[in-house]
Nanobody, 125 residues
């Protein structure tokens, strides 16, 4: 059974930081591109960042470039999203997702095979 379990969300002030984690089980981790998406109330789900299967190559939405960092730990089957300089517009539910041997379509959530249930991030003073 494939499971993706996010953690690390919470309430933070503008300018603060959070580190999201995603524990992955039930699949061959090294063969999956891992992505982070988010969905704010009343808005469509949007791509945030991805790290390529096999590791190393990363990709970011323009809105988070320079502030967020994605990484993966093959030994622990974990994916992380370090979020710095958070803004109120970053408030959303953040989802971890897995896409088998993909890279060209990393921004398209419909291409992903597995999803977590999400973790809430709220940026507010």
């Amino acid at each position: 059974q494939v499971q993706l379990i996010e953690s690390g969300g919470g309430l933070v002030q503008p300018g603060g930081s959070l580190n999201l984690s995603c524990q992955v089980s039930g699949l061959t981790f090294s063969r999956y591109t891992m992505g982070w998406f988010r969905q704010a109330p009343g808005k469509e789900r949007e791509f945030v960042s991805a790290v390529r299967w096999g590791g190393g190559i990363t990709y970011y939405a323009d809105s988070v470039k320079g502030r967020f960092t994605i990484s993966r730990d093959r030994a622990k089957n974990m994916v992380y999203l370090q979020m710095n300089s958070l803004k109120p517009e970053d408030t959303a539910v953040y989802y971890c997702a897995a896409d088998y041997l993909a890279w060209a379509t990393v921004e398209d959530g419909l291409e992903y095979d597995y999803w977590g249930r999400g973790t809430q991030v709220t940026v507010s003073s």
